[in-house]
């Protein structure tokens, strides 16, 4: 049920972009228990002009290697089950594809059950 | 109101990435009874590697032919009222420009009124 | 806190688009209260069939300069606090880079605290 969006500076190799997503998926799978095969992810690529970011914010230090992940989930895991998942995945992207957990942003967006269709025009979760 | 963001794969003819905007427009209009006019859709398109999903998930035969419809619409409609507006996306969709309904994932995410300008810095909803 | 997706036509300068970042941020600094440096922006160009708006809904005048700005913000904001971040972006982007105010679009997503890593893997605000 997640949908994830990944964004980061253009020049990474598909590779290591596909790295990105696939942790994201197995840290949902371990953090929140989404089911198996539960993996809906979009990459965009930006220009330097079009990806802001503050290199000091709350003190931690980000450079252009940055990735920002926002996921839309259901609204039904404790905050334990956020704060392991956003520990599995800065942990799991520093040993693949590399990347400092200080240049890993995740913002979270919760929705009810009933606010998916994954095809056919049903609400599989209704 | 709905921020509609349609994801695909590269390569359909903007007839056809218009064609799902429309449907989409069209069903909201249906299924959420939103006014005349209230149509405001970005349509972003992927290349393979940046675009991922499962072939099977619940049991639904997905191909490169997927679209992500993702909705950002007031908090005001029923659950059946969202069943409603799937059915009628997948079925609009099947006849033009003619996507399986396996093939359309939509997800929904709701905000309070007050969460909207549509112009002159003005709340129009609040 | 906030995420910001800005998205426009394709066309304008790298400073213009700098320009409509910079004045969301200041905007959610004076409305909002954001902490100094929080300041996370992404901005995506379209071509016009993959840019759909109403150039009418509600009785404002719409063009192809619109600028659709969606902000994923902490759900701790009033309704007043919520239309002086829209009067103060919009009266910004009218100055610089110089966008009429009815051209100006916002969409609020609101998350609870606990839904953010800022990095490290630590939910900074839980």
Redesign the interface.
């Known amino acids: 049920m997640p ?1 994830v969006r990944i ?1 980061l500076r253009k020049g990474k190799t ?1 590779d290591y ?2 790295a990105i ?1 696939k942790h994201v998926y197995e840290a949902l799978r371990e953090a929140f228990k989404v ?1 198996d ?11 330097g ?6 290199p ?3 003190g ?1 230090t ?1 450079d252009d290697d940055l990735v ?1 992940i ?1 996921i ?1 989930a259901n609204n039904t895991r404790t ?1 334990d089950q ?2 392991a998942l ?6 799991r992207l520093a040993k693949d594809p590399g990347i400092r ?12 059950k ?11 979760y ?1």
């Not at 095969?37 to 220009?47: A, C, G, K, Q, S």
């Not at 956003?86 to 942990?91: K, L, S």
């Open positions: 949908l964004s598909p972009r596909r997503a089911p095969e539960d993996r809906f992810v979009l990459i965009d690529e930006y220009e002009s079009d990806f802001i970011y503050s000091s914010y709350l931690v980000r920002m926002q839309t905050v956020k704060k956003y520990a599995a995945i800065a942990e957990p200080e240049n890993v942003l995740i913002s979270l967006v919760e929705v009810a009933e606010n998916w269709s994954f095809g056919n025009g049903v609400a599989q209704a």
